[in-house]
């Protein structure tokens, strides 16, 4: 959050205050050297006068602080110098955008030392070399400037940077391919070169064992011509086109091979047929004796 203070540290060149430092510098030979201005005191070892010590600080301190040829410094220690407005604010909030109010954040008509070595003045800003993608960041404190982040998903023309940033695979209709088969439409995606590429194909969804109809496969209930006994309705059954179909009813069950069993009848045989068979012998016996006595 934004935080404003108002600008009061002004800064002060003819001001006296109570300084530690030294007004005059011994040169020798009982001579030395001081300062034009009453109350300022000699900075360091160079031959600037500031009207305090803290202004000194400053001074020596590098560019935060002073203008551009150190003619003008912020009388506050560790305050922070506003080149196009030729005022300071306080370190805490270094950025004024007109010259009356001082700011946490970079303003706009911001200058000052931190503006001059920053790339950027937000952490939303950001750039893009190629299909790097840079972001503006604050690092160290007040000093913006862009990192690089590299190859990133949605910046600088980048889809992707792995499959896993490609959309999931479609599958799209089924259909039946030379009644042996059931396919299925499918659209993936692979990640090439920062690019989702698409990959449409047919994929085998099953093997059918007897054939394809209407995208469903119908599965093998028996071979043409195939023949079995139903033992439940006591019939032999024959497979046409996939499916066993009814051929005759037996009366005495039906065989493993899918034929009707026979019965022998043996009353049928030692009361009917063995009678019949032993009188045409005894027939047959008289008949030739019949003939034989007839020619003697």
Known sequence: MKKTFLLTLLILTSLSLVSAGSHCRPLGDDDQWCCDDSGYVICGSTDTCGPNDVWCDNYLSGGKSCNGDKSRCCNDAGSIYAYNFDVCCPATSPYTPDGKWCYTTPQTNSDN???????????????????????????PKYIYMFRFKGATKGQCGVECVNGNDCPAEILGDKFCLDNTALMQNATSYTCDN?????????????????????????????????????????????????????????NYGCAENGTCKTV?????????????????????????????????
């Not at 003045?121 to 604050?138: G, M, N, R």
């Not at 995208?215 to 033992?231: V, W």
């Open 113 to 139: 030392w931190y503006t001059r070595k920053s790339e950027c003045t937000s952490t939303s800003q950001t750039k893009c070399q190629a299909l790097d993608f840079y972001q503006c960041s604050e690092d």
């Open 194 to 250: 920062y690019k989702c590429v698409q990959h449409i194909q047919d994929k085998l969804v099953e093997a059918c064992t007897y054939k394809c109809s209407d995208t469903t496969c119908i599965p093998k209930i028996c071979d043409e011509n195939q023949t079995k006994c139903n033992t439940l309705t006591n019939t032999t059954e024959i497979c046409i086109n996939n499916k066993y179909v009814e051929v005759q009813k037996c």
């Open 264 to 296: 022998i009848n043996w009353n049928y045989y030692i009361y009917f047929v063995a009678p019949l068979v032993i009188i045409s012998i005894l027939v047959i016996i008289l008949v030739l004796y019949l003939i034989r006595k007839s020619k003697n």
